[in-house]
């Protein structure tokens, strides 16, 4: 496309989209967060009683047109609380665009979605700051590309086909990152999701969710820099899922089954913690989550539990637990927060499950454990 052309494209794109602006009934907001954390393993935290940090500010952009079928959503985070890792982001800072989607909701059918957008598979735990935990690139994802959603009585479904997890070729999604390779290693790409869930009744429904795609590598080094080339990874996952909510009982429970070839291409830089790329590595794991919560007045109180069994060969560390009960308290602007995460291992960048920690040469450094306290205040504006 020449630069006329494209420029006269541009025009007619933003003409469009002007004129539907002046049309639409926008919910502009922003929020800020802020985080104080006791980590047991962490002597410096243990002598300053913890840390007070992970600040953020968060601005909303939700709305629709009216007498049209259109609508839309964005979230942008600034601030080092942002959850976003600014070596593998798009941004290169502690910034980013957590998702911005456009969506068509066709008369008596689907909804198309078009942007970055939740990943349909499975459920996303309901905590805050302990996150996905061992669900670990399988939890809170949002991935860029076209989605289509829609209800039919009991049954529901969502098709997807993402390009990327983010952004050009950042491998950051932001929440639920530092599971897929990194700006030097691979990035998730080509990504088909399918999920269809069926509402037993008004309170259980059960699901199954699918995904394939592709994992492209990245060659070069860290002087003259990485640049994206062979589609010649790929990975696979299944979940089945229950849900049940009773009041303002609620209860989930999914069993996730993985497998990642990493690309013999990619460039396998070692990091800290063993989350450097395995040229060729096949990382198999199982993953097993539950949720059980309660809703009463202003109050929530909720606990999740995940498992991670690896089936790696070659790879000897145990099945790792994470724990993490806590309630949150909705005083008005906004929440509060009070949780506690512990855990005997993780999941790395390759999807591997690991039990111990590793210094740059992949030397085992101790066992993977780890515990903290957090305490959460955010408000809204």
């Known amino acids: 496309m020449t630069k006329s052309v494209a420029f006269k494209v541009s025009a007619l794109t933003a003409a469009a989209i002007l004129s539907t602006a002046a049309h639409a009934s926008p919910n502009l907001s922003g929020g800020v967060w802020f985080n104080y954390q006791y980590a047991q393993n962490d002597k410096a935290q243990q002598e300053s009683w913890g840390v007070i940090d992970s600040e953020a500010l968060i601005l909303y952009a939700d709305g629709d047109v009216p007498d049209t079928p259109w609508t839309y959503s964005a979230e942008t985070r600034i601030g080092p609380g942002s959850f976003t890792d600014a070596n593998n982001n798009s941004t290169g800072s502690q910034f980013g665009i957590h998702k911005a989607w456009v969506g068509y909701q066709f008369e008596d059918g689907p909804m198309i979605t078009i942007g970055k957008s939740q990943v349909p598979f499975a459920w996303k735990t309901y905590n805050f700051w302990p996150g996905d935990m061992l669900l670990a690139g399988y939890g809170d994802q949002m991935d860029v590309g076209v989605k289509v959603s829609q209800t039919l009585g009991a049954l529901h479904y969502d098709a997807a086909l993402y390009l990327a997890d983010d952004w050009s070729t950042s491998t950051d999604t932001m929440d639920d990152n530092r599971h897929w390779g990194s700006t030097s290693t691979y990035r998730k790409v080509q990504t088909f999701v399918g999920n269809l869930s069926y509402s037993i009744n008004d309170m259980a429904t059960v699901g199954v969710s699918a995904q394939s795609g ?68 096949n990382a198999k794991n199982d993953r097993y989550a539950a949720e059980v919560g309660l809703n009463t007045g202003n109050w929530s109180f909720y606990a999740d539990l995940t498992y991670a069994q690896p089936d790696t060969d070659g790879n000897d560390a145990d099945t790792v637990r994470a724990f993490a009960p806590g309630l949150s308290y909705d005083y008005g602007p906004g929440w509060i927060y009070l949780e506690y995460l512990t855990q005997d291992g993780y999941v790395d960048r390759n999807g591997q499950v690991q039990d111990q920690y590793f210094d740059e040469n992949l030397n085992p450094t101790g066992p993977g454990d780890f515990d903290a306290v957090y305490a959460t205040i955010d408000f809204y504006f």
């Open 214 to 281: 592709g994992l492209q590598a990245f060659e070069g080094n860290e002087t003259d820099g990485y640049s994206a080339t062979e589609v010649s990874g790929d990975h696979n996952a299944a979940a089945l899922y229950y849900t049940l909510k009773v009041g303002g009982l609620w209860a989930k429970a999914s069993y996730i089954t993985t497998e990642r070839n990493v690309p013999e291409e990619s460039a396998g830089d070692v990091y800290a913690d063993g989350d450097g790329a395995l040229a060729g590595l």
